[in-house]
């Protein structure tokens, strides 16, 4: 079944830990996105993706990065965890449609940093 | 810039009445406009989306969105609201050759029985 994952789903480290946020998508597409939301807030995009070793930053500034080594996985990663960076972070994927084609977005990760 | 605003930071409906919830957008060029709703503790669900034609678009479970140039408006409808529709309702906008989504600031949406 094509789809979009995300694990962990819920995450709580304690600062100074790093830690890397999965995503996976089974469509093939080839643009993969990064959000960050508090909760029940507008989304914010981090990070995204036009395709293999194709990486750029969105428009909220974050201090987390990201790879795109295979089609299908874009994780997130987070060197030093501050509780600055609790959030929802949320990983959607797009097929190239000439500008027309939605999001398909991922259940999300939860982050909390003590 | 491409921007969009969602005027209503709540809407309060009973069951069975109509639901609108507003979207009014600002991009160059033509406009590619969506709705996604959240539930709580889950992602983006897509609804529906105006790319061309016509101005009067149907999603999905019974949602349907009118496309207005003139007033650059996007709202949301259904005609008749679930007590399964409350929800966080998020419109948004891509304009031109940007092919970065930018989110309305979203709308929680309340059916009472």
């Known amino acids: 079944e094509a789809d979009i994952y995300q694990t962990p789903r819920y995450l709580v480290i304690g600062t100074g830990k790093k830690i890397t946020l999965e995503c996976s998508q089974t469509?093939?597409?080839?643009?993969m996105y990064w959000y960050q939301q508090d909760p029940g807030m507008e989304l914010h995009l981090i990070h995204y993706?036009?395709?293999?070793?194709?990486?750029e930053k969105g428009d909220l500034s974050s201090e987390s990065t990201v790879s795109r080594i295979r089609t299908e996985h874009f994780p997130l990663t987070l060197e030093s965890a501050r509780p600055s960076h609790t959030s929802q972070y949320l990983c959607?994927?797009?097929?190239?449609?000439?500008?027309?084609?939605?999001?398909?977005f991922g259940p999300g990760t939860r982050l909390t940093v003590l | 810039a491409q921007s969009v605003a969602q005027p209503e930071d709540q809407v309060n409906v009973a069951e069975g009445n109509p639901l609108t919830v507003k979207c009014t957008y600002s991009?160059?060029?033509?406009?590619?406009l969506f709705w996604y709703v959240q539930y709580p503790n889950r992602g983006l669900q897509f609804l529906l989306k105006?790319?061309?034609?016509?101005?009067l678009v149907k999603g999905s479970y019974g949602f349907e969105a009118e496309f207005n140039k003139s007033q650059t408006s996007f709202h949301l409808k259904k005609p008749s609201a679930l007590v399964s529709d409350s929800a966080l309702y998020f419109c948004?906008?891509?304009?031109?050759?940007?092919?970065?989504?930018?989110f309305g600031a979203g709308t929680t949406v309340t059916v009472r029985a």
């Open positions: 959607a994927s797009s097929v190239f449609a000439g500008g027309g084609d939605e999001q398909f």
């Open positions: 469509m093939g597409h080839d643009k």
């Open positions: 993706s036009y395709g293999v070793n194709s990486t």
């Open positions: 991009v160059s060029g033509n406009p590619y």
């Open positions: 105006y790319i061309t034609g016509d101005n």
């Open positions: 948004a906008v891509r304009g031109g050759n940007d092919y970065k989504l930018s």
